[in-house]
């Protein structure tokens, strides 16, 4: 038997496998094919703060992720000898109407309330220009813009690279790739694997993605509701000369990232009706035409890479996150949509105090999978 079950190897289950390593918790994580394989593996890497204003729990939570990722990926930086890619690049908002500016202002007020760490704060700022030339384009910012100093990036496939370098150097955590998890037994104990084998666990974290959902939805058929749905996105990465240092420019869904490999990440679209799942199609070829409309200088950079992929969304919109009210042994970590990178350690490590009993982290209650499960048997409505 195993003390912990970890199903999932993205970027939810490799952050609980460090935090159970931490714990000296005796782990293993089962992921259906290789490290990163899914929605994980992809190539944005945005880190994007949520607005300053009408602020709340859910904010505040994600806010203090954001600020302790920076040492987290600085401490396994150091571990491992590797990178992750980060960098706080801050974030560039086109403003291109005047009312915006307005709301702009009064957002930069807001941060100086709200952005406040203990030991720093970061800045709305509202401004005419960009500092970097042609980032975005004047066309596109005829009411200035907004540059942040919150927001950051980093590359997801270094960043699952090294957490899995971590884990390869572990005591307590035992990886198994090319196994999938078909069944759980929560009540018992225990989980089946599709070739047949069988693992016996006092506790299981479901961390598989999209993966997810089918498996906790069996364990109540008759539920009116699913307990999630993916969420197909599509991304590029072009081959461009832009500056890495510069900041992450980001208007109604677009996101333009700078990478420190000479490439600039585009994405993503939200695809809520798809035929495949992992082709890429004319919605890509739009996000990088409204992408080179921001930045004319990315027109003749080569698009090295398409990607696309299927990102989870729960059933409540937040992650899906802790014990499930009806079967103690199983927790979940899940439902993270477009946040996961900025929140999978801090939410890693609430789940994993959970199981040890040290829990140091207050989720927000729209986050606990008592919320979530609620939604899906319909206690709460729709």
């Not at 190897?9 to 259906?32: F, K």
């Not at 066309?139 to 990036?153: C, H, N, P």
């Not at 140091?360 to 709460?380: N, T, V, Y």
Request: charged residues 20%.
């Amino acid at each position: 038997m195993t003390d912990l079950l970890i199903v999932g190897g993205g970027i939810m289950g490799l952050w609980a496998a460090v935090m159970a390593e931490r714990a000296g918790i005796e782990t293993t994580l089962v992921e259906r094919s290789t490290i990163g394989a899914g929605a994980s593996g992809g190539i944005l890497g945005a880190l994007m703060p949520h607005m300053p204003d009408r602020w709340n729990e859910k904010k505040q939570f994600q806010f203090d992720a954001l600020v302790s990722l920076e040492a987290e990926i600085a401490a396994l930086e150091a571990e491992t000898g590797l990178s992750a890619g980060y960098r706080r690049l801050g974030r560039i908002i086109p403003l291109a109407k005047p009312h915006l500016r307005t709301i702009a202002l009064r957002h930069e007020q807001e941060a100086l309330e709200n952005w406040v760490s203990a030991d720093r704060g970061f800045h709305w700022h509202v401004r005419d220009t960009s500092a970097q030339s042609g980032w975005p384009d004047s066309k596109v910012t005829e009411s200035g813009i907004v540059f942040d100093t919150l927001a950051a990036r980093v590359s997801p496939r270094l960043l699952l690279t090294m957490l899995a370098t971590v884990l390869r150097r572990s005591r307590h955590v035992q990886g198994k790739e090319g196994m999938e998890v078909v069944r759980l037994d929560p009540l018992s104990g225990q989980a089946e694997l599709s070739g047949g084998e069988t693992i016996a666990f006092e506790h299981c974290i479901l961390a598989a993605g999209v993966q997810s959902f089918p498996l906790i939805d069996a364990l109540r058929p008759s539920a009116p509701h699913s307990s999630g749905v993916a969420i197909k996105g599509q991304a590029a990465l072009l081959k461009a000369d832009i500056d890495p240092s510069w900041p992450v420019i980001f208007s109604d869904g677009l996101y333009i990232v700078p990478h420190e490999n000479g490439c600039v990440a585009v994405g993503s679209t939200s695809e809520y009706s798809f035929n495949d799942p992992l082709a890429c199609d004319a919605q890509l070829d739009d996000l990088v035409a409204r992408a080179i409309g921001f930045v004319p200088a990315l027109a003749e950079a080569e698009i090295v890479e398409r990607w696309a992929g299927l990102r989870p969304k729960a059933v409540g919109r937040e992650p899906m996150v802790g014990r499930h009210p009806d079967f103690p042994r199983l927790l979940t970590l899940t439902g993270g949509f477009k946040v996961s990178f900025g929140l999978a350690h801090r939410l890693a490590a609430a789940v994993i105090g959970e199981i040890s009993g040290n829990s140091q982290i207050a989720l927000p209650d729209s986050f606990r999978c008592a919320s979530h499960i609620a939604l899906m048997q319909g206690k709460q409505g729709t």
